[in-house]
Nanobody, 126 residues
């Protein structure tokens, strides 16, 4: 059984930084891609960014591009996302998603991902 777990969330102030981690257990696939999504209460889930198993060419949504950085350690089944220059608008529940695939490409469509974590909260105060 595959288990995905996010960690690293917590209260921060605007302008500060935070690193979220995503760990995957029980995945038998050697190759997989990972993505981060976020969702605020009453709003639709939003794609934040993603990375392929090689770690090359991560993709980011426009609101976070240049501020967030995703990295992956495929052998360790861990992906991190560094959140810099946080804004109150970044306040959300952040979710990690995993897509087993031999293709080194990560989609932005949430329905492409097979496994999800329960999320970690990032409240950003002004």
């Amino acid at each position: 059984q595959v288990h995905v777990e996010e960690s690293g969330g917590g209260d921060v102030q605007a302008g500060e930084s935070l690193t979220l981690s995503c760990r995957v257990d029980g995945l038998r696939n050697t190759y997989y891609n990972m993505a981060w999504f976020r969702q605020a209460p009453g709003k639709e889930r939003e794609w934040v960014g993603c990375i392929g198993w090689s770690g090359n060419n991560p993709s980011y949504a426009a609101p976070v591009k240049g501020r967030f950085t995703i990295s992956i350690d495929v052998a360790e089944f861990v992906a991190d996302m560094r959140l810099n220059s946080l804004k109150p608008a970044d306040t959300d529940m952040y979710y990690c998603a995993v897509k087993p695939s031999s293709y080194d490409w990560c989609p932005s469509d949430e329905y492409e991902y097979n496994y999800w974590g329960r999320g970690t909260q990032v409240p950003v105060s002004s």
